[in-house]
Nanobody, 113 residues
């Protein structure tokens, strides 16, 4: 199983980024796809998830600014992040859950002027 994230980087406050995660080695459509983040000194937190039936849930801190989506044909999950704030700075991890969780290696997002 391999999850490969991309799309992180440095962005100014108010800017946007789109994270991507491509999965291999799993039956992608049956998995819940999640994005987590971990800031220095903080615990890893769930940011957003999308179920196999396309139901979505978001952390309160990102509701209205972030959008999670998935493309089963491409075995990919995305996180569109708009109106980024300094407190969004973290390493973002893709995770796929179906009775067990597989993790990506993470991608750094830094929001700074």
């Amino acid at each position: 199983v391999q999850l490969v994230e991309s799309g992180g980087g440095l962005v100014q406050p108010g800017g946007s980024l789109r994270l991507s995660c491509v999965a291999s080695g799993i039956s992608f459509p049956i998995y819940v796809a999640r994005w987590y983040r971990q800031a220095p000194g903080n615990q890893r937190e769930l940011v957003a998830q999308i179920t196999p039936t396309y139901n979505t849930n978001y952390a309160d801190a990102v509701t209205g600014r972030f959008t999670i989506s998935r493309d089963n044909a491409e075995k990919s999950v995305y996180l569109q992040m708009n109106d980024l704030k300094s407190e969004d700075t973290a390493v973002y991890f893709c995770a796929m859950y179906f009775y067990t969780t597989y993790w990506g290696q993470g991608t750094q997002v830094t929001v700074s002027s």
